[in-house]
RNA sequence: GGGCGAGUGGCGGAAUUGGUAUACGCGCACGACUCAAAAUCGUGUUCCGCAAGGAUUGUGGGUUCGAUUCCCACCUCGCCCACCA
């Protein structure tokens, strides 16, 4: 028998299938199509591990759908403009399209031995004139309806990289350049936006209907960030003039006890203000966005002198200005609700500002036929011996004291009595008010009703030597006053937790934080103050709209303050435009002429490409190179044919990478940046896969592109990828991020050589889920060679053996493996579960391989069928081996063009199966019955199993649980 | 601080309309073949226990005949966002 030599096999059908055009798709038919890419890679010059995570599986889902008789467009490209290709012209002197180059014939090079079904005369490279001509063309286009237009604005400034970054390019919590990790700076500059805010609501819309990773949905949708709310003016105190403030909580308007302003807001020019506050907003407005970063646990701000009308409570509200509040949101402007929003509350305790709470928690549903009633809560503290006091027992978990108040008693006298009653406690040294009180909405099972209540909490500080109530009273005699830690009452309260109308305990379980809090005060000789409070709620001290549950309240106060005309619903979205410009060279240039008499003058499109000159001197001196070269910089006005200059900036790399797969299907022609028809045949991309890291970036660039297409230029789809799966990130064998200086990265390459293709991109998909990633185990690939060694022989046996005459028996056992094996590996495939998909094959090589051991091999149909199709399952996964045993089989054609197989259910279907007998919930017994056995002969039969009996004698019965091949559930007692 | 996700043998991992936990692979141990080794093949391998048996899916509790799966609280790790009003 032949050894399986990889290195033999795998060059052999890579030039084969290369020769004969395998691949190729003629794209002018676009029946049963179906495409599917990668996300191309940057031309570094070396495939690494990663590389291969994301094209070999790619690979196989595209073979897959090939066997399945779909027209597969399958093809791979460079996005090959960007910063290391000039750096390295910096470093090395070589130009950076030469280095791009050779790279790039270094990596189709190293692509090749991955065996990809890529379609290699479809191959895109941005940095390509005939390439990048449609990049500016788009440019053009996007500038003929104004959504490309040069700005001045403060803009993120990389000082190693010496060029501006989109906000999208800035991450982390030091504000770092994405490329480099420099921390950038703030500056202001003038430079070319994109203006994909205009597509905000649609960028969000369709995520609803995509079929995307939950994840980056939801990572989009947060970074869209829309926020509904409202605009509110509010009168300037002694003049006409107003301040517009966004807000999302208008129900908290009440609430406003001041007004803040960001140092940058155009009103302050007109307010008279002093000194201090003008050097306030000098100092603040040049901090750089570190050095606010750095300042934001503390927040600054300075009394402008004047005063806002709250134009609900008609009250003088001061209006201060605060670094806290950004010019880029909203309007710049906002009212301060201390009680409910966090950042106001820190800036009002910093600044000794009113405080008013206007929303009170409602915890639960709203029940059925609730019944109203207000009472209070009582915790008792000893700050002797750090216990609090709690009902124990009650109701098998842990209770509060406190109860119903009665008719004409303050809170205060109420929980004097409840805990006295109920605990046996009446001297105590002091009662701490635990904040407003809050409803909450309950089900009492002692008197089976459901209650809506108003509760008011209290905190008793007293002495545990006085002596507790021995047990409790009336309807829940059980309970046992006690003193406990808090962590104990929590989990006791928890214990209580009902399926519907929870709110008591939510209540409880709030009293119980506030108590704490309210000690902490009390032992530092603090008052207590309530935490500011950003939930939903019911209203109080808001004059009519008391009650009212807030999110109705907003609704009502916006249109109520709409009729006075001075308020109107507002969206507003965090997402900003997309700032293009690149202070270097290697990149598509901006196709622009500025004319001193005409002003800007888009280059005209017959005039695309403007080349990227040659011969440019490399310096990174924060201006583009291009700016040194005097042949490229001066040229003619289009408009006036007098002297002008052309915009030396050149495009982010991210708008190359936004349209590259709509060039795919058609990527020679000329008249424009696809061909129309094709693109409608072929479009849009069916699956996408890629890494998460772009998430955001890449992928809201492409798809607003993609609409802007669709609105102007005849895309018949707007969304440009229809399924999108991420795969993992590989890990070094230590665990951590390969990395050179770490000494951990695997070479892809190396492994190819000891092991082959086959075996790599194997294990590479067995190793684990492909969304998770994870370590690379270099021993884990022995086990995928070994596997492949083992399909090997047995095919080598099978295509020597004799012909025989099958058993039915075997025939009919064979045959239901493989169609068991069948079954699994394409349901897997569905979902990318490519490691369960091996397993599967796996265990069918197993009992191929159990089943020479016994019988032997024999050129039986049956052998045969088994053979085929185990080869048939690998083929897309190992796609040269597939090849290889596919032609020792006898068959003349590429089996990867032939059809994948289906599976029969009725021939998987076994005659018995084996039941579990469980007694008492463990499982003490397996009894094999036929399939088709009915409930009453399974349970009569697991009743009489060996080691049942036992167990049975001198119980009885009490139920028995039947599930069809499954198990039989006895309950004794 | 907020949001999302995950925690299962020595290791990677499998199993969800709640139904025999540990499939498949790595590693390890023993055996066969061999003068020997590698390769290959076979057997075993969650833990405790000689065994009978018992325990076990991050921890604690709950629902259920039955929970890795559902509910509650907590711990740990990872990712994303982070003064966005």
New binding site residues.
């Given amino acids: 028998m032949r050894r399986y030599n990889p290195q033999e096999i795998e060059p052999k059908w890579q030039k084969v299938w290369e020769d004969t055009k395998l691949y190729e798709v003629d794209t002018s038919d676009g029946s049963r199509k179906f495409y599917i890419i990668p996300m191309f890679p940057y031309p570094s010059g070396d495939l690494h591990i990663g590389h291969w995570y994301n094209f070999a599986p790619t690979d196989t889902v595209a073979r897959w759908h090939r066997m399945q008789g779909r027209r597969v467009l399958h093809s791979i490209g460079f996005d090959a403009f960007g910063l290391p290709a000039e750096n390295a012209a910096i470093k090395r002197n070589i130009p950076p399209a030469q280095w791009t180059k050779d790279n790039i014939a270094a990596m189709t090079k190293q692509l090749k031995t991955i065996g990809p079904s890529y379609d290699w005369s479809k191959v895109v490279t941005t940095s390509d004139p005939a390439y990048y001509r449609w990049t500016q063309w788009l440019f053009l286009k996007l500038f003929e309806k104004k959504l490309a237009y040069r700005a001045k604005g403060v803009v993120n400034w990389c000082p190693k990289d010496q060029t501006v970054l989109a906000n999208e390019q800035v ?3 030091d504000n770092v350049c994405d490329r480099c990790g420099t921390p950038v700076v703030r500056k202001e500059m003038e430079q070319w936006y994109f203006k994909i805010t205009d597509y905000a609501e649609r960028l969000l819309k369709d995520l609803d209907e995509m079929d995307w990773p ?2 980056v949905k ?2 989009q949708t ?2 869209i ?1 829309k ?1 509904q ?1 409202a605009l509110i003016d509010f009168k300037l105190d002694g003049s006409e003039d107003k301040i517009s ?5 208008p129900d908290t308007i009440f609430g406003a006890t001041y007004m ?1 302003l ?1 140092p940058e807001h155009e009103i302050l020019r007109q307010l008279s203000i002093s000194d201090e506050v003008k050097k306030y907003i000098e100092q603040t407005t040049r901090k750089t966005e570190l050095e ?2 750095e ?2 646990k503390e ?1 600054t701000g300075v009394f402008t002198g004047s005063y806002a009308i709250n134009p609900v409570t008609s009250e003088k509200i001061p209006i201060w200005v605060a ?15 201390p009680a409910h ?4 509350w ?1 800036f009002a305790k910093k600044y000794d500002l009113p405080i008013k709470g206007v929303v009170i928690h409602d915890f639960g549903e709203p029940l059925a036929d609730e019944e109203y009633v207000e009472g209070v809560v009582v915790i008792a503290y000893d700050p002797k011996t750090k216990k609090y006091l709690a009902l124990d027992k009650w109701a098998n978990g842990v209770g509060l004291a406190g109860g119903g108040i009665n008719e004409g008693e303050s809170y205060e006298e109420c929980a004097r009595r409840e805990l006295l009653e109920e605990t046996g406690i009446s001297d105590v040294e002091s009662w701490i008010r635990l904040g407003e009180p809050v409803y909450s909405h309950y089900y009492n099972n002692l008197k089976d009703t459901n209650k809506r209540s108003l509760g008011q909490g209290y905190l008793a500080i007293v002495d545990s030597s006085q002596k507790l109530k021995e047990s409790g009273l009336e309807a829940h005699e059980n309970f046992q006053p006690a003193w406990i830690d808090m962590d104990s009452i ?2 006791g309260i ?2 209580l ?1 009902p ?1 519907k109308g929870t709110g008591g305990v939510d209540h409880w ?1 709030e009293m119980c934080d506030r108590a704490e809090k309210a000690v902490e005060a009390y032992m530092n000789q603090q008052p207590y103050e309530q935490d500011p409070y950003s939930g939903e709620g019911l209203l109080i001290n808001s004059g009519g709209y008391d009650g009212l549950p807030s999110a109705e309240a907003r609704e009502k106060i916006v249109a109520d303050l709409a009729k006075q005309g001075i308020a109107k619903e507002e969206t ?1 979205y ?1 997402l900003r435009d997309w700032l293009i410009s690149r202070q270097r060279y290697w990149g598509p240039p901006i196709p622009v002429i500025y004319c001193d008499k005409c002003g800007i003058q888009a280059v005209s499109e017959k005039d695309l490409p403007v080349q990227l000159p040659e011969n440019v001197h490399f310096r990174p001196t924060g201006q583009s190179p291009l700016l040194q070269d005097e042949n490229f910089v001066n040229t003619k006005c289009p408009s006036c044919d007098g002297p002008a200059k052309r915009e030396t900036d050149t495009m982010d790399t991210f708008v190359d990478s936004s349209w590259y797969f709509l060039r795919y299907p058609s990527p020679d022609f000329e008249q424009g940046p696809y061909d129309p028809q094709i693109v409608k045949d072929w479009g849009p991309v069916d699956h996408y896969i890629g890494g ?2 772009h ?2 970036l890449h992928l809201m660039y492409a798809r607003f592109i993609t609409m802007f297409l669709r609105d102007y230029h005849g895309l018949p789809f707007e969304e440009p990828f229809k399924k999108l799966s991420n795969q993992g990130i590989i890990l070094g064998p230590d665990g951590h991020k390969m990395s050179k200086s770490r000494g951990n990265v695997v070479s892809p390459d190396e492994q190819v050589t000891s092991y082959g293709a086959d075996s790599l991109r194997l294990y590479m998909m ?4 492909y969304d ?4 690379y ?1 270099l ?2 690939i ?6 492949l ?2 399909v090997w ?1 047995l095919a080598g046996e099978f295509t020597e053996a004799q012909p025989g005459s099958p058993g039915a028996k075997e025939e009919v056992e064979l045959t239901s493996a493989v169609h068991r094996t069948i079954k699994s590996v394409s349901q897997d495939l569905e979902q990318l ?1 490519f ?2 998909a ?3 094959m ?2 069918l ?2 009992e191929l ?2 089943r020479r ?1 016994s019988t032997g091999i024999a050129r039986t149909p049956a052998w045969q069928n088994a053979l085929d199709s185990l080869v048939l399952l690998l083929a897309p996964f190992a796609p040269h081996i597939g090849e290889e045993l596919w032609q020792d089989l006898g068959h003349k054609t590429s089996v990867h063009s032939t059809k994948w197989p289906m599976w029969d259910e009725l021939l998987i279907k076994q005659e018995t ?4 007998v ?1 007694i ?4 003490r017994a ?1 009894i094999e019955v036929s399939v088709d056995i009915s409930e009453a002969e399974a349970i009569e039969k697991a009743k009489s199993a060996d ?1 049942v009996v036992s167990y049975l004698e001198g119980k009885e019965i009490k ?1 028995a ?1 039947y ?1 069809p ?3 039989v ?1 006895l ?1 004794v007692a």
């Fill in positions: 991450v982390g919590e939950g994840r939801l990572m947060n970074w960030g926020s709310g403030v966004f807000t999302t909580r803040v960001a606010r970063k300042a934001e927040k670094d806290y509040v950004l010019m880029g949101y909203g309007t710049g402007a906002i009212m301060a609700v929003d966090e950042r106001d820190q929590r989990v928890n214990k937790r399926s379980l507003n965090r998460i890291e998430a955001i067995f190793m684990g889920p998770q990633g994870g370590p185990n021993g884990g022995t086990g995928t060679r070994r596997f060694e083992r022989s579960a490691n369960t091996i397993a599967s796996m265990s090589v197993n391989h159990a051991e199966v084996k039941l579990a469980q008492n919930g463990k499982v397996e080691k139920k649980i599930v091949g499954r198990l559930s309950v």
